[in-house]
């Protein structure tokens, strides 16, 4: 699975961020995610090229000369960054993003919501169980730290797990470590147990 | 000028001008980084759905990416060309998409964390790329068209299969094989074992 979602070209920034957590989870996605990048650079070393416009350096030059480097350091300390790639980190170092709470379970926009798409950093307290719910569109969801388990399995740090609408299911936090996670979505999830209709109108 | 035959068989001059970037901002090894790379991207580019307006865009910013960050360049990790290739990739997806500009500033600092300087291993380095490079020119033309229209024209695995007829499970079984041998030749390398002990230690 994590091949084909590491070797499908990306087009928007969700998606992008979501790859590249992927490809640093995990040391094999990692060395797969160089090797594609290799054969990018590969081509670009051999395809043809095409002449650029005349003031293109002196435009290059002049945006580089007055561009300054920002540093990404923060001094700030979340320990919550500390379990997630540096990719993510460096993003919410200067992107704030606001924590809703659900009981046990916190949930944070990483991204501004665009074409349907979401990407979100769920927060599993140890133990926590989310209320069972299908998935409105497909969902990818990848394991940054600790773990949880459902109705199907159990999922470790650098799996992903990939869920459509007909997909219902209840997961539930590992009891130490919780689990923190970073879900993709095209669509909006959806709440079918007991306290579903509540549960919708709340996280939607 | 340097052409792409005598790239393998010297030092890659590119090192050295991404190191002369970083170490006392020279101007003449950023022009000649431009000179080589600019109508490469912009030929990668407008393959990749870009027009020439947006392509120009593109370059210029990846210039500026390659002048503020050039200490970010690891020649243990990747080639000049797959560093540069990855940074263009990410800036083309923010600029398409029009998204908040600081994500993927972020992002391309993030590819390649800095690690300590192995300036002196350089030459070995270059022989890991050269073998990759080395493997991909000894390739089928039919398979190198395949990982070609994936990772430098962007398609999808569903696209190539209808461009060239040749089953889905086909087109990703070999993709995945020719990817899986250079992740191999990648990981022959000792560094590369550093690189990922210290992204553990990270996520741990």
Redesign the interface.
Known sequence: MTFEILSTPVDSAASLLFQRCLAEVDHENRLLNSAMNEVGGYFLNKTDEISLSNNLWDKVLDQAKNVKSHSIIDEEYDPLLDHLPVTLKSHLKINKVKWKSFKDVKVASILPKENNEKLELIHVMPGAKIPQHTHEGNESFLVLHGSYSDEYGSYKQGSVQVRSDDHNHTPVGHAQTGCIGLAYTHGKIKFSGKFGKLLNLIAN | MVT?DN?GKVKNPFVDALKNIAERQD?GS??KI?DY????????L??SGADEAIA?EI??ET??II???ADYYDSS??????????IA??KK??I??K??K???E??D???L?PLESKADENIEHDQK?EM??KY?DDLPKDQLDL??M???E????GEIAEITKIPLGTV?SR??L??EK??GK??QDGN?VN??SS??S??N
């Open positions: 792409g790239m101007i950023f022009k431009f790379f600019g109508p490469r991207l912009k030929s990668f407008m393959k120009e370059i210029q210039m500026t002048w503020t960050k990790v990747a080639s000049p060309s797959t560093w540069i290739y990855t990739r990410n997806i923010d398409l998409r998204t908040r600081a994500i993927l972020d992002i600092t993030a590819i964390p790329f990759i490079a991909l990982l070609k994936n990772f430098f962007e398609k999808s695995h990703k993709i995945r020719a990817l250079i992740r990648l990981e590369m690189l990922i992204n553990e990270m996520v």
